[in-house]
């Protein structure tokens, strides 16, 4: 079973795909890009719904997670990513997938074994993941939902 792990911003955004279990995760592929600078608004979300198609059809993904947006609610910021969030629904939609959510730390910690709180995501032991620490913030945080939704 293959999960993808989302992690979007205004600017760019990473994706992991994983397979495995929760005690054996394997990252199959993962990446950070920028989103077209010499886009239009609704030609990026457009090329971001169709790059979100792709992976889900090459990689043979079942599963879809985003890390919702956690912080100010307003703003060019925020509205940014949500309408990236958006994309990936529509993507999901289009590629017949029903199990697209999002969630926040402490959701992603609880699924991974952890109490649910935050902060206990620095008490995970990633070890299982070779090089986890050489990783970008948004690169693991692509990583963790994916992984929280292995089984």
């Known amino acids: ?62 599963s879809v997670v985003m890390k919702r947006f956690e912080g100010r609610s307003r703003g060019g910021s925020f509205e940014d990513r949500v309408e990236y969030e958006a994309a990936v629904y529509l993507a999901c939609a289009r590629c017949g997938l029903t199990t697209a959510c999002k969630k926040v730390r402490s959701t992603i910690a609880k699924d991974l074994g952890l109490k649910g709180r935050a902060h206990y995501l620095a008490t995970l032991n990633t070890s299982v993941i070779p090089a986890f620490s050489n990783y970008t913030d948004k690169e693991q945080e692509a990583i963790l939902c994916a992984w929280s939704d292995l089984k």
């Open 1 to 62: 079973m293959n999960i993808l792990g989302i992690r979007c911003s205004n600017k760019d955004f990473s994706y992991a795909v994983m397979r495995g279990t929760k005690k054996a995760p394997k990252i199959v592929a993962l990446e950070t890009l920028v989103y077209p600078k010499n886009y239009t608004r609704s030609r990026s979300l457009l090329w971001f719904t169709l790059e979100v198609e792709q992976w889900i059809k090459k990689y043979n993904v079942q």
